[in-house]
């Protein structure tokens, strides 16, 4: 049976070695969750709020433990591995209080003596899930998803097999019954087999556009429920009057936070004419103090990509966009999965740093006639997962809320995900939201309730 490595990409170490899910034990685990979900959605919202609960508090007792293995698996600065183990404890906060709200039967007034819509759950859910959040992606799924009373099988990414098995260690330790949450590790070739059994009844996937088109597909072909969560590459709007000062820090930071490597990181930075030359300064100095390094020292801001063919990728983005005319300010070199911090100027549509994703921390910049124009080019793009604006007439922006067709709209922040927000995208950004009331309420089936005496 093949194995799976889990690889150091900053040093290329071999951390340790998974044998894969084969056939039988895949139908195992289908079968177990398959017979334990009736169970499990019987429970009592409160007694599964209750194992929740204890999710959170392991999570804050296993931090530096879980922060440790997303930071050796695939490269994020070590401080950064530790808020995304603290944004987890979060999620699981908000629906410990809150899911009981959200799952009560909602009243109607109708001719019927009573009416109301009553939220079950849909069965087993297959989540299939990305590398660059390990931890926050599957349990912003899973959180909601098994409180709601399904139960979850995770298929994570090849190159974080450990964090998929500390996941399942995790549920499995605070409680669970076994079977409600689990992984297999398996490979692409698998999952096409999995979304036809009918155990599966529904599909969550955060990954590429290429992705969730193939999902969408089978999932359609058997008539089951998808959410996707899709790519993007979000604009950061830079009006004339916006506060440098105040906020080219986080400017920055919506760029190259993990290493640039996020689907709502803003890849396309559209600056208005009168400020333009002083934000390119500001920006262009921000980024050159930013700590580049070993990914485990905490002191690093910038470490490596998740894997070298990732790096070798962005690079064939950014001599396309050259070739087209864009041109370099800063960086542009790479080794192994190391990319160095780069922006490109003279960005223009047509050019593949415009109009795909930029996976890492490549920054490019368009040079907008006016702020009527700015809105243009955001909304110039195949994606729509969200946009940030920057201006000091808040008035304005919210009269422009509606030009741009994403699924987020941040005025004088960077866009980020939030449980007591909606998140997730439109148009090749894929469908479906995840976190607050509407992610719990995505693999429910919401049945009306019509009852005469």
Not at 16 to 27: L, V
Not at 240 to 251: K, S, V, Y
Not at 387 to 413: C, Y
Request: net charge negative.
């Amino acid at each position: 049976m093949a194995n799976i490595n889990s690889v150091n990409p900053y040093n290329n170490e071999v951390l340790d070695t998974y044998e894969k899910d084969g056939k039988k034990s895949i139908d195992e685990k289908l079968k177990n969750m398959h017979t334990i979900q009736k169970e499990w959605s019987l429970k009592d919202i409160s007694e599964r709020t209750g194992l929740l609960s204890k999710v959170s508090e392991l999570l804050l007792k296993r931090t530096s433990q879980y922060a440790k293995l997303i930071t050796e698996e695939m490269g994020k600065p070590i401080f950064q591995s530790i808020a995304e183990i603290e944004k987890c404890i979060w999620a699981c906060d908000f629906y410990t209080r809150n899911a009981n709200d959200f799952l009560a039967d909602e009243i109607i007034s109708t001719d019927a003596d009573e009416s109301f819509i009553s939220y079950d759950p849909l069965g087993c859910v297959l989540a299939i899930m990305p590398w660059n959040y390990p931890f926050w992606q599957v349990i912003r799924f899973a959180a909601p998803t098994l409180t709601a009373g399904n139960t979850a099988l995770l298929k994570h990414a090849e190159n974080v097999p450990g964090c998929a098995m500390a996941l399942q260690q995790l549920f499995e330790d605070a409680g669970y019954p076994e079977g409600c949450f689990q992984t297999i590790l398996a490979g692409h070739e698998e999952i096409e087999e999995l979304i036809a059994n009918s155990a599966i009844k529904a599909i969550t996937l955060t990954g590429s556009e290429k992705a969730g088109r193939a999902i969408a597909k089978m999932g359609g072909e058997n008539l089951k429920k998808t959410v996707l969560e899709l790519g993007g590459n979000n604009s950061c709007i830079v009006c004339d009057d916006a506060d440098l000062g105040a906020h080219i820090d986080t400017m920055v930071k919506a760029r190259m936070q993990n290493t640039g490597q996020s689907c709502i990181a803003a890849k396309r930075f559209i600056v208005c004419p009168g400020i333009y030359d002083g934000f390119l300064e500001k920006f262009e100095e921000k980024v050159k103090e930013l700590t580049i390094g070993d990914p485990s020292d905490d002191k690093t801001y910038i470490g490596v990509l998740a894997r070298k063919d990732l790096a070798e990728s962005l690079a064939d983005q950014i001599s396309a966009s050259i070739d087209k005319g864009a041109k370099v300010l800063m960086g542009n070199n790479s080794k192994n999965a190391y990319f160095a911090p780069t922006i490109l100027v003279n960005v223009t549509p047509g050019m593949p740093v415009f109009d795909e994703e930029t996976f890492g921390p490549v920054a490019a910049v368009i040079k907008a006639k006016d702020r009527a124009h700015a809105l243009e080019l955001a909304a110039n793009s195949d994606y729509g997962l969200g946009t940030m604006l920057f201006t000091q007439d808040t008035d304005w922006a919210k009269r422009v809320i509606s030009k741009i067709p994403d699924g987020a709209f941040f005025v004088n922040e960077m866009v980020k995900s939030d449980p007591r927000l909606p998140f997730g995208g439109t148009k090749a950004s894929g469908y479906g939201r995840e976190l607050s009331r509407e992610g719990i309420l995505e693999f429910i089936n919401k049945k009306t309730v019509y009852i005469k005496e």
